[in-house]
């Protein structure tokens, strides 16, 4: 799937997060903090967000070339690399404040990943957890829309992730060194508010990501478009956050 695609789904996603996303930047002070990384930039959605908070380039850093090149491309007022964490550590890089946002679900050994990232924070510096989901905790209603949780979390299971990382969010900070305010960020009323072509959009994305069928496809627009005219569609979905200090 090309960059593009991902976009898409980043801005959707950043837009559902987005209110408590802007008071985790004033809990961490993020106007203040000079040197600052997105850890996992994807496409740069939220580095250009901070950037416009801080009023300074974000260092913004993927593992996917190609995702980092589309970031530059698409917001070319921030500084990008393509890497992760051991090279940032490797080079002796440190940050007033790091950022991570759906970066640790993904993570097959997240401890060992959160002892890295603790590495390039500097002194007084924080870790700021934007956002990690626990799809065990997800209420789809109606009840006839319980099934799309399965999607999402074989899914994650098959690319090696964890679909239950929130849950575990404060035991894995204090293991890896770090005090931590964990809390929930938000429950994720979706989709209120939302256009009903984006919500398929969205669903196609996932269809390509995921690879379940035209007809499994079908039946969940079908569902979905009922639901929503009679406006009695509603997900629940924890996602966690936590602002942390080594």
């Given at each position: 799937?090309?960059?593009?695609?991902?976009?898409?789904?980043?801005?959707?996603?950043a837009?559902?997060l987005?209110?408590?996303?802007?008071?985790?930047?004033?809990?961490?002070?993020?106007?203040?903090?000079?040197?600052?990384?997105?850890?996992?930039?994807?496409?740069g959605?939220?580095?250009?967000?901070m950037r416009?908070?801080?009023?300074?380039?974000?260092?913004?850093?993927?593992?996917?070339?190609?995702?980092?090149?589309?970031a530059?491309?698409?917001?070319?007022?921030?500084?990008?690399?393509?890497?992760?964490?051991?090279?940032?550590?490797?080079?002796?890089?440190?940050?007033d404040?790091?950022?991570?946002?759906?970066?640790?679900?993904?993570?097959?050994?997240?401890?060992?990943?959160?002892?890295?990232?603790?590495?390039?924070?500097?002194?007084?510096g924080?870790?700021?957890?934007?956002?990690?989901?626990d799809?065990?905790?997800?209420?789809?209603?109606?009840?006839?829309?319980d099934?799309?949780?399965?999607?999402?979390?074989?899914?994650?299971?098959?690319?090696?992730g964890d679909p239950?990382?929130?849950?575990?969010?404060?035991?894995?900070l204090?293991?890896?060194?770090?005090?931590?305010?964990?809390?929930?960020?938000?429950?994720?009323?979706i989709p209120h508010?939302?256009?009903?072509?984006a919500w398929?959009?969205?669903?196609?994305?996932?269809?390509?990501?995921?690879?379940?069928s035209?007809?499994?496809?079908a039946?969940?627009?079908?569902l979905?478009?009922?639901?929503?005219?009679r406006?009695?569609?509603?997900?629940?979905f924890?996602?966690?956050?936590?602002?942390?200090?080594?």
């Amino acid at each position: 799937m090309d960059a593009g695609r991902y976009h898409e789904h980043y801005l959707l996603q950043a837009g559902w997060l987005a209110p408590a996303r802007h008071f985790l930047f004033r809990k961490a002070g993020l106007a203040r903090r000079r040197r600052v990384l997105d850890l996992g930039c994807g496409s740069g959605v939220i580095a250009e967000e901070m950037r416009q908070v801080c009023g300074r380039p974000v260092m913004a850093v993927d593992r996917d070339r190609e995702m980092a090149a589309f970031a530059r491309a698409r917001y070319p007022g921030n500084d990008y690399l393509a890497g992760d964490e051991r090279l940032l550590v490797s080079k002796g890089m440190r940050f007033d404040l790091v950022v991570i946002s759906f970066v640790l679900l993904w993570q097959q050994r997240p401890l060992p990943f959160l002892k890295r990232v603790r590495k390039l924070i500097a002194e007084n510096g924080a870790l700021l957890v934007l956002a990690e989901p626990d799809y065990g905790g997800r209420i789809d209603h109606p009840a006839g829309l319980d099934f799309l949780k399965e999607i999402y979390i074989s899914h994650i299971r098959r690319e090696g992730g964890d679909p239950f990382i929130g849950r575990r969010l404060p035991a894995l900070l204090q293991r890896a060194g770090f005090q931590a305010d964990v809390e929930l960020a938000s429950c994720l009323d979706i989709p209120h508010g939302s256009a009903a072509a984006a919500w398929e959009r969205e669903w196609r994305f996932w269809q390509e990501l995921a690879g379940f069928s035209d007809a499994t496809l079908a039946r969940i627009l079908r569902l979905e478009k009922r639901a929503l005219a009679r406006q009695e569609r509603l997900v629940l979905f924890p996602v966690f956050c936590a602002l942390a200090r080594p």
